[in-house]
Structure formats: structure tokens, C-alpha cells
């Protein structure tokens, strides 16, 4: 072996492999914060205002047959309490978004989905008046695949926090609850951790790969280096 070669080879790779050890420590550091000062993700939890289930006056057949889908092909049917009412949230092949139709009466109402999810939210936060501000269809910097769920609904409180929670009308739940500080914290874990600033994923995956080979090979070469110039044996 060639110590004096393996010796710059480990100290140059080393000083630019640092920076990605640096940077991968501290944040981590920040994670294990992370755990003690924000709450674990909320409970997957129908949550809603209750229903009284005796005025339910329409059967699954029949909320299905006021659909203006001719012949739907249903996937699943949920029953729903909204504003204290029974409603069948019903999902179709054909139709991207659940419907809804009053167990009551059997009326249509596509504005049922926002009124559902706003009173998920003001229950979430114990009554708290919320506003929405945002209905995602793709993951963004906030609300990351880690989360899972799409599409979610956006709500925010307008609190000094800037408390903000993210809901699913599908698993009638909240999946994400947030506040400036909390937000802070787990974009610096993202940026620094999970390379989160680089928005196209393949490129960030090919860039954490390659920091992670190199912190592997400088490894190796300190090993090496360890052998290449321990004492010899007289």
C-alpha cells in the first residue's frame, strides 16, 4: 500500500465528506429535539359532531340511486355525521371525490365534503374557529410524502402560533398538526437531513447517495491508512 497516497486521499475526501457529516449529525440532533418537544401525528380517527342515527331514513341502495352517475359502480360507503345530520359519503369507479347524500332525505350535496372536514378540524382543535386556506392534491414543502394521505384539506386558526392542520375527509381525520414553531423545526430536519430543497427527487437521491458513498469510502480509507502505516514488527 501506498501511504502517502491513501493518507491525501483520506484527508481531501475527508474535508469534502465532512460538511454532508456535519450537516447529516446536526440535523439528526434536531430530530431527537423533535421527539421530545412536538406531539406524536394525530390518531387515524373518524372524529366528527356525532349523528343521531334514528333519522336515518334512506338506505345505501337509495342514497346510491340519487346519484346523477347512471349505473355507479360503488367502492366503498361510509356513514358520516355532518352538522349533527347522518350522511353517506359514497365512493364511485367514475368519480375522483366522494358524494354525499343525506341519510335523511336523500339529498345530493357536494358542499358537504369542505362542511365535513371543517368540522373535523374545529373538533381537532377543541372548538377552535378555523378557515381554510388550501386543498392539496400533491405533497408540497410542508405537507411531505411522509404524510401519505392525499388529497387533504388545509385549515388554519389564525392564532398567534399560526396553528394549522391538515385533514382527510377519507379517513375522517386529522393527519398533520402544525404550528410556526413546530414548522420551523421540522424544516430544518427536511433541508439538512433529507437534502428537502432540492425539489426534484431523483436528483436529491442521487445526491444523498453519493454523500453517503463518500463518507463510506473515507471510512474505508482511514481504516486502510490505520493498517498502511501502524509500526512494523522488528
Not at 42 to 65: C, H, L, R, T, W
Not at 132 to 153: G, M, Q, S
Not at 163 to 168: A, F, I, L, P
Not at 180 to 188: D, G, L, S, V, W
Amino acid at each position: 500500500m501506498n501511504s502517502r497516497l491513501i493518507r491525501k486521499l483520506h484527508r481531501w475526501l475527508g474535508l469534502a465528506f465532512s460538511l454532508s457529516v456535519l450537516i447529516a449529525s446536526g440535523s439528526g440532533v434536531i430530530h431527537n429535539v423533535m421527539t421530545r418537544t412536538q406531539a406524536p401525528p394525530p390518531q387515524a380517527k373518524p372524529s366528527g359532531g356525532g349523528m343521531d342515527v334514528n333519522a336515518i331514513k334512506i338506505s345505501v341502495a337509495e342514497a346510491v340511486s340519487k346519484l346523477s352517475e347512471p349505473n355507479p359502480e360503488v367502492l366503498a360507503v361510509n356513514l358520516r355525521g355532518i352538522g349533527g345530520q347522518p350522511w353517506y359519503q359514497i365512493y364511485t369507479k367514475a368519480s375522483r371525490a366522494p358524494q354525499y347524500v343525506s341519510a335523511v332525505d336523500g339529498k345530493v350535496d357536494p358542499s358537504r365534503d369542505e362542511a365535513y372536514a371543517a368540522e373535523i378540524a374545529k373538533n381537532f382543535l377543541a372548538g377552535a374557529e378555523v378557515r381554510k386556506t388550501d386543498f392539496l392534491t400533491a405533497f408540497n414543502t410542508e405537507y411531505i410524502n411522509i404524510f401519505r394521505i392525499l388529497p387533504v384539506y388545509r385549515f388554519d386558526t389564525g392564532d398567534a402560533l399560526e396553528t394549522r392542520v391538515y385533514v382527510s375527509t377519507t379517513t375522517g381525520s386529522v393527519t398533520r398538526h402544525t404550528d410556526k414553531q413546530r414548522q420551523f423545526e421540522a424544516t430544518i430536519f427536511t433541508n439538512f437531513h433529507k437534502l428537502g430543497f432540492i425539489p426534484n427527487k431523483d436528483l436529491r437521491d442521487l445526491v444523498l447517495t453519493v454523500l453517503t458513498f463518500g463518507t463510506f469510502l473515507v471510512a474505508c480509507l482511514g481504516v486502510a491508512l490505520f493498517f498502511a502505516t501502524r509500526p512494523k514488527n522488528r
